[in-house]
């Protein structure tokens, strides 16, 4: 039962999205520190070299409740509760709100919003019953602004940090931990599969936004770009330092941006008036040319 008393020493971590990237380096960094890590991914084999380092892996599809069910109770089977749930479960979605298909941003918020809710979910019981525990959500730079060709994967991560400040406040009580993590331009590659995603032609009403923008984005995430988001990209690991840094404090922050681009920019969304914010994103980010004619589209003269 996910509700069982006991407690572990030190508390077992159970960490989605263990197979590569952020995830995985969590999953290295806390073992390294002595914790009982459970390591999950959809496929295990993608994670058998983290189980041959002496983790503990688990089979987890964070859109399946059965399946999310069946990974916490494993953790909780052996330690009575889940003392750290890092969600880090998640994927991007690329391109403009008028042209992207509802399906896929349903499979978005699937994975990104209500996969981490459904964890969540599940661990909180035992968590409550041990008076003790600590959930990370992994959002994003993005979970402070949107730009354009990202605004699905913005909106979700938007959803997971409101959604982690109510909880912060109801579940405060029962001396359950909430922080959320916001990191800027990380190289993994969940950043090689965003930038595939963009469409590569010219054609339809956004021109040949789609090709600039995966450029960009490429630039950024294999360190060969000039711009600002490229000069300050983050490792996985700076991540994960994180993320054992607010395992170690008694009384963590609630938001842990990483990375100078982090710190920044979303300081200055804060500080900014709206229409100043809009103009350095439309200065820093690509965004389709108003200035080029497609076929079909017309305009005054």
């Known amino acids: ?28 960094r806390l073992h390294r520190a002595g914790i009982p890590v459970y390591a999950t991914a959809r496929r295990l084999d993608r994670v058998a070299d983290l189980a041959a380092a002496g983790m503990r892996t688990v089979e987890l599809d964070v859109t399946d409740d059965n399946s999310a069910r069946a990974a916490v109770d494993r953790v909780v089977g052996d330690h009575g509760s889940v003392g750290l749930l890092v969600n880090n479960a998640g994927f991007g979605l690329p391109g403009t709100i008028e042209e992207t298909d509802i399906d ?20 909180l019981p ?3 019953a041990a008076r003790a525990g600590t959930v990370v959500n992994m959002s994003s730079i993005f979970g402070g602004f949107a730009t354009p060709g990202g605004g699905f994967y913005a909106a979700s991560k938007h959803a997971v940090e409101a959604q982690s400040d109510a909880l912060r406040l109801e579940v405060a009580q029962f001396r359950i931990r909430v922080v959320v993590v916001q990191p800027g331009p990380v190289r993994t590659p969940w950043g090689e599969r965003y930038v595939a995603g963009f469409p590569a032609g010219d054609d339809g009403p956004y021109g040949d936004f789609g090709r600039r923008a995966g450029a960009y984005y490429a630039a950024i995430y294999s360190g060969d770009g000039r711009g600002l988001a490229a000069r300050f990209t983050v490792s996985a690991d700076d991540v994960a330092r994180v993320v054992e840094r607010v395992l170690r404090r008694r009384r963590p922050r609630s938001h842990y941006p990483v990375g100078m681009l982090a710190r920044s920019v ?4 804060h500080l900014l008036p709206r229409p100043a914010f809009d103009a350095f994103v439309r200065r820093q980010f690509p965004r389709p040319d108003p200035r080029v004619r497609r076929p079909g589209v017309t305009r005054a003269e």
Do not use: D, K, Y
Not at 266 to 269: S, T, W
């Open 1 to 28: 039962m996910t509700g069982a008393p006991r407690r572990a020493t030190p508390p077992a971590a159970l960490v989605t999205g263990g197979s590569s990237g952020i995830g995985r380096a969590v999953a290295l």
């Open 104 to 123: 896929r941003v349903r499979q978005q918020f699937e994975t990104n919003f209500f996969g981490m809710v459904r964890m969540t979910q599940l661990v």
């Open 126 to 128: 035992g968590m409550r």
């Open 266 to 269: 979303l300081g200055m969304r």
